[in-house]
């Protein structure tokens, strides 16, 4: 993965902004997550690992503030899969920070004032200290079992559309999800993976579902009672659900609280900073 080079607009601007200038600048091949040093010459943009990239589709890129490219053999291509299962279209969406995925144009994480690490950051704070087993009931780009695995024990996560995981591969910032040993994959929906579980297996869960329209099921009674089984003795869980402040957000965070009680959860406290609320056992 070390050779993976991903580019959005906010990477190539800077080319632009230097050719003529210098015969070198510097680049973040990554996303932003570090710099290198690349040439540039008349024609084109030359990387440390022999990758040339003309400036014709350098222009390209700048142009366009919706997709991410990977580059291969001087190629440009939009990071972009489709689930023929879900009939779905997922694409990675560049932010000045972590790139977001987006689900038929929806995004996955929160970026309007925040972005999406930063994202990812309010949830595991909103949970609390982590430690043991933790589960991570949505996979996506990998951020929630990524940060998570830097204080657990270990972190179990599940994915429920093979080509979401395609985007999350081509996605410099989600890599550690593949190469942390602490971090196990499953691919399968979590309303039948967690019955699978034995009982008291994690210490805590981070569940992050789709909006409710999308997965109902991940927020059903039936699913907080298998959480609920599957949490040790004074394990919690957060759940984001959504701005609270909305009503539809006030109006599903209500139910939530009252199934997650009924589930058996002994206190259920808003975390509106995090749009969720977390739920302990």
């Not at 400036?55 to 890129?61: H, L, T």
């Not at 209500?254 to 959860?265: C, E, I, P």
Request: proline share 5%.
């Amino acid at each position: 993965m070390s050779a993976l080079i991903v580019l959005s607009h906010y990477q190539v601007v800077h080319l632009i902004e230097a050719r003529g200038h210098t015969s070198s600048t510097e680049i973040s091949p990554g996303l932003g997550l570090s710099n290198i040093e690349v040439v540039l010459t008349e024609a084109d943009v030359i990387f440390p690992n022999g990758e040339r990239l003309a400036w014709e589709i350098i222009s390209e890129i700048a142009d366009n503030e919706n997709n991410c490219f990977s580059i291969d053999d001087g190629n440009a291509t939009v990071i972009q899969s489709f689930s023929e299962t879900f009939e779905r279209v997922y694409t990675l969406f560049p932010t000045e920070s972590a790139p977001t995925m987006l689900v038929s144009g929806i995004p996955m994480h929160r970026i309007k004032g925040t972005d999406p690490w930063r994202d990812t950051q309010g949830k595991i704070k909103a949970f609390g200290r982590v430690s043991g087993h933790i589960l991570d009931t949505t996979t996506g780009l990998g951020y929630t079992a990524v940060r998570a695995a830097e204080n657990a024990d270990h972190v179990t996560t599940v994915e429920l559309d093979p080509a979401a995981q395609t985007i999350a591969r081509r996605n410099p910032w989600s890599q550690a999800l593949f190469d942390n040993p602490k971090i196990t994959q499953l691919i399968g929906d979590s309303n039948d993976e967690i019955e699978k579980f034995a009982n008291e297996t994690f210490s805590g869960i981070i569940h992050d579902p789709p909006m409710f329209s999308l997965a109902g099921e991940l927020y059903s009674l039936a699913f907080y009672k298998q959480a609920y089984r599957v949490l040790k003795p004074n394990g919690r869980m957060f759940h984001y659900i959504g701005n609270p402040g909305s009503k539809s957000g006030g109006r599903v965070t209500r139910g939530v609280v009252q199934r997650l009680k009924k589930a058996g959860f002994s206190r259920v406290v808003p975390r509106p900073q995090a749009f969720g609320v977390l739920a302990y056992k």
